[in-house]
């Protein structure tokens, strides 16, 4: 008797969607071999090192194909992926971006043809204005929905087979002077979103930690970095201080225990209710602080407008977190050392300049690999490798190509230059090993997955309306 063959996984993802789609199966199953990229910078730590096959290597990167997918807005920021999922009834693999003005948008990743848009009610009276968000969107871990911001202060839950919204819930009462800069997370069936300011520093506005209802949209939750005593949200005027934008490019990140970190930009820092300037430790819930720091110069800070949280929190190894800044500094703590509510200042076990001695506005990635940590930062003019060594960042090498937010993906570093140009370097050595061409941009970083990179383009304070997601595949 002949044995059966068993499907392949291609027409078993296709199968799978078509019972979802005909509601014979309860819910989506995970993710073949977790090939999924869900948020930035991959998990809720935002390492922007995935552990999973990436099915591009040295030998294959630079023969890659570039298609380019024509977008109704500007990406800054990084695109999430999802893996055959089913949308309008047929299996898909699917890249989700969010535009500067707020349309979700839904990219073949074979194709690059849209297969659905969200546009946010508010669209016509934003589109072409200064009022931006350059924010990621997250998917949710049952993989029917993504979460989404748009720049009228609202976080938004898509369902991923056509886009139609289930809710939406503000997380500002002031959405002209309070923006979503960073990606959204996702943890334990909530939604983590930070809230920053626009360019200009244009009070009164605060950065806070949201804490929403995945099921519901219902806002549970506020922690605010001025007027820390005051819960939920506030009208901004009523808080005497302002500004302290959380706004680095990894948004809130989040350890094993869901404890969530956030730096914060200049403004007061007074140890007690005003937190500018300044690395902070939530519990998941957001309702109370465990550990804070901020540097012994942090009135210096404020006075030359050098943020602190120009970055988000590094989570380095365990008890080690890596914090940089507009100062040209990157700090390394104990976490031990900064427990509590009692204010912490100074006390860095190591501080390092950044790679080109330039403010540092990207998100480094962290790389654990044969045992050892490897940290890659980039800033506008260098990007350089360190190993923690010891208990301090040891450089290992450095080169003079500027870049965004770092990711090392299937034993390849890419960073993207915002000149133009996505470099392909050895992690252990530097050695590049390709540089493909594309156009010049930002905050955007790539991301790579299932043999494909997707990259956005573009920069959100040109205020276009238009803009292009550019996939390299071997296909």
């Known amino acids: 008797m002949q044995a059966k063959r068993a499907l392949r996984p291609h027409i078993q993802a296709a199968i799978l969607a078509a019972l979802v ?23 809720l730590s935002g390492t922007s090192a995935p552990t999973v096959p990436t099915g591009i290597t040295a030998a294959t990167v630079g023969r890659l194909n570039r298609k380019q997918a024509a977008l109704d807005g500007t990406v800054d920021a990084s695109p999430i992926y999802l893996h055959a999922v089913s949308v309008k009834g047929a299996a898909h693999d699917v890249f989700f971006v969010t535009t ?31 009022q931006i968000t350059n924010s990621t969107p997250v998917a949710d871990p049952d993989r029917r929905y993504i979460y989404a911001a748009s720049p009228d202060g609202k976080i938004e839950k898509l369902a ?16 002209l002077r309070e923006k979503m800069d960073s990606p959204l997370r996702f943890d334990r069936g909530h939604v983590i979103a930070v809230t920053a300011g626009y360019i200009g520093d244009r009070p009164p506005y605060q950065g806070h930690v949201a804490i929403l209802d995945a099921a519901s949209g219902k806002l549970e939750h506020v922690w605010n970095s001025l007027c820390s005593g005051k819960t939920g949200l506030m009208q901004p005027s009523t808080c005497p201080e302002s500004d302290s934008a959380i706004w680095g490019r990894a948004g809130a990140v989040l350890d094993g225990q869901g404890n969530i970190f956030v730096a914060t930009g200049n403004a007061k820092w007074d140890g007690k209710t005003n937190w500018g300037d300044a690395l902070i430790e939530l519990n998941p819930d957001a309702t109370q602080m465990l550990a804070n720091y901020t540097p012994a110069n942090t009135g210096d ?93 040891v450089s ?70 238009s803009g292009v997601l550019d996939i390299w595949s071997g296909r």
């Open 301 to 393: 800070l404020d006075d030359e407008d050098l943020d602190l949280g120009s970055t988000s929190p590094v989570l380095l190894a365990p008890g080690i977190v890596a914090q940089g800044g507009k100062d040209k500094i990157i700090r390394l703590l104990s976490e031990q050392d900064i427990q509590g509510t009692t204010p912490h200042q100074g006390h860095e076990l190591q501080t390092v300049p950044t790679p080109s001695g330039q403010d540092l506005f990207t998100q480094p990635a962290v790389w654990h690999n044969q045992g050892q940590t490897w940290l890659f930062a980039a800033d506008n003019g260098a990007t350089e490798a360190f190993q923690y060594e010891n208990g301090k960042l």
């Open 100 to 130: 500067t003005y707020g349309k979700t948008i839904a990219v073949d990743a074979d194709t690059g043809g849209i297969l659905w848009e969200f546009t946010p009610p508010g669209y016509a009276t934003l589109a072409g204005t200064r």
């Open 21 to 43: 789609v005909a509601g014979m199966g309860a819910a989506p199953q995970p993710s073949p071999q977790g090939r999924d990229w869900t948020q930035f910078g991959w998990n």
């Open 396 to 465: 290992k090498w450095k080169n003079t190509n500027g870049g965004t937010s770092p990711v090392v993906a299937g034993g390849l570093l890419y960073v993207y230059n915002p000149k133009g140009g996505l470099m392909v370097y050895q992690p252990g050595s530097g050695q590049q090993v390709a540089d493909l061409e594309c156009g010049a941009g930002h905050w955007n970083s790539p991301i790579v997955m299932d043999g494909r990179i997707a990259l956005p383009e573009g920069n959100a304070n040109r205020r276009q309306t």
């Open 160 to 175: 991923v087979s056509d886009g139609h919204l289930v809710w939406s819930t503000p997380i500002t009462l002031l959405p």
